[in-house]
């Protein structure tokens, strides 16, 4: 009884962590947000992150100690939904995310800007033995963006003319995903699992035409609002070589199939009085004020393969490619412009000697990867891609009655952008704060 009790309580914060997530505005802070549908979110495990962002190939990372037996320690890999059928434990993985940014452009000074949120909440519950299904909250994107032209001049031919027109272009918004997943094992090495999705959110861009410094003239400000809503699917598959009972090699694939988005768009184009004082208080009308018909987003295909190498217990190395189909992003029947992406992930994880009991940091998962990203986006004629290392721990509490306690941290520093041609060059530290339960739930007990 105390069992089900503790489910649904957890069920309970469960909800309220997914209502305070949804309304949440956005974390990013970059300018390379405002293209396609925002930066997309890389949906993997504050575990995996540590480990370069791997997770095609991968299912039980690393191993928990009991006074009798060592038992894989689970963890929810959203990365591959396949994985879900090596779950043996009800497992409940809740992340924190934080971003440190700096925006670097020539000719002016560089700008620091700091994020935090919820990253994700997810739960896995064993069916069988080989099957598990899983459900939970994510960011799928993120809009967040805010920067300013200035140019000399009002538009009055006039030689005395001094004054400067600030172009302001802002966004916000982003995308969640919620998703049902379920993952079966076919004989001892094959795995087979998918995801139904829902994804939905808000994205919004603003511009505005100011002249600051001359009272009396008439600003205009652009906004357009996407409301957004629909399926998404995911599917995979690992099939795993068993060298003996503790050294495993595993191939994984997995995709997010392309799929059709309903897109509700508004665009409203107002006027207002520059009163001197910089606010945009003095309104006069609205030029248009339209809402669009319906229309569709047409997300990518997104493929993704991997490869692992695991000793149970010990050591686990990994590879990922991940290629999206981004050429084929448009909204309302309109191509985006974007081009095809590629990322790659290496990584892997170190444990000492997990079944030790007097040296604490001997049984501490020790985590390194690195990220190369080919993003979907070309700015000014110029590719923008992400280098990122990574590293992180895997910090193990006392077992208590059976249960398994991880606290997980991972952190990412890196690049995106360039300094040519006009470009934000962007510095970035991501920290993510994760805490992975592992409880046999549902489970009958047997007395003599």
Same mark, same amino acid.
Request: no cysteine; net charge positive.
């Given at each position: ?21 949804? *309304? ?43 006074? $009798?037996?060592?038992?894989? !320690? ?16 009800? =497992? ?87 998703? %049902? ?25 603003? $511009?505005? =035409? ?13 906004? +357009? ?12 598959? *690992?099939?795993?070589?068993? !060298? ?21 768009? $508004? ?42 190498? +695991?000793? &149970?217990?010990? !050591? ?76 992180? %721990? ?48 549902? *489970?009958?007990?047997?007395? &003599?």
């Amino acid at each position: 009884m105390i069992k089900y009790t503790r489910f649904f309580i957890t069920l309970l914060f469960a909800v309220i962590a997914f209502a305070a997530h949804s *309304q949440s505005t956005a974390t990013s802070s970059s300018p390379y947000s405002r293209y396609g549908i925002g930066d997309i979110d890389p949906q993997a495990s504050t575990q995996s992150i540590g480990m370069g962002g791997i997770g095609v190939a991968t299912n039980r990372i690393g191993v928990s100690n009991t006074a $009798s037996s060592v038992n894989p !320690f689970n963890n929810i890999n959203i990365i591959n939904p396949a994985s879900y059928g090596a779950i043996t434990f009800t =497992t409940i993985d809740i992340g924190l995310y934080g971003n440190f940014l700096t925006l670097n452009q020539t000719g002016s000074a560089s700008q620091k800007n700091s994020n935090f949120r919820l990253d994700h909440i997810a739960f896995a519950v064993p069916v069988s033995k080989r099957s598990a299904f899983s459900f939970g909250l994510l960011p799928y994107s993120e809009r967040g963006y805010n920067y300013t032209r200035s140019v000399k001049g009002s538009g009055i031919t006039s030689p005395a003319d001094t004054n400067v027109t600030n172009y302001t272009y802002s966004g916000d918004g982003g995308l969640s995903k919620a998703y %049902l997943g379920y993952g079966f094992g076919i004989g001892k090495h094959l795995l087979l699992g998918g995801n139904v999705s829902y994804i939905f959110g808000t994205l919004k861009d603003i $511009s505005t =035409t100011e002249i600051p410094n001359l009272v009396g003239t008439i600003n205009s400000k652009i906004e +357009q609002s996407n409301s957004i809503g629909g399926i998404n699917y995911d599917y995979g598959v *690992q099939y795993s070589f068993d !060298f003996s009972e503790t050294k495993h090699l595993v191939l994984g694939y997995s995709a997010s199939a392309g799929s059709k988005l309903n897109s509700q768009s $508004s665009f409203i184009v107002s006027q207002y009085y520059n009163d001197g004082s910089g606010n945009q208080n003095v309104a006069t009308d609205s030029v248009i004020n339209r809402q669009d018909p319906k229309s569709k987003i047409k997300l990518p295909q997104i493929n993704r393969f991997g490869i692992s190498f +695991q000793s &149970d217990g010990k !050591f686990l190395v990994g590879a990922d490619y991940t290629m999206g189909q981004w050429s084929d992003l448009s909204i309302a029947g309109v191509n985006q412009g974007l081009q095809d992406s590629r990322t790659v992930n290496v990584g892997g994880q170190y444990t000492p000697n997990i079944a030790t009991l007097r040296n604490y940091m001997a049984s501490v998962d020790y985590r390194l990867g690195a990220i190369y990203d080919e993003t979907y986006m070309t700015v000014n004629n110029t590719k923008i891609k992400r280098y990122a290392v990574t590293a992180g %721990l895997g910090l193990p509490l006392r077992p208590n009655n059976g249960s398994f306690y991880k606290i997980n941290i991972s952190a990412e520093v890196g690049k995106r952008g360039s300094l040519v041609n006009g470009l934000v060059k962007e510095n970035y530290v991501n920290i993510h704060l994760g805490f992975t339960l592992n409880d046999r739930w549902f *489970q009958k007990y047997k007395f &003599d």
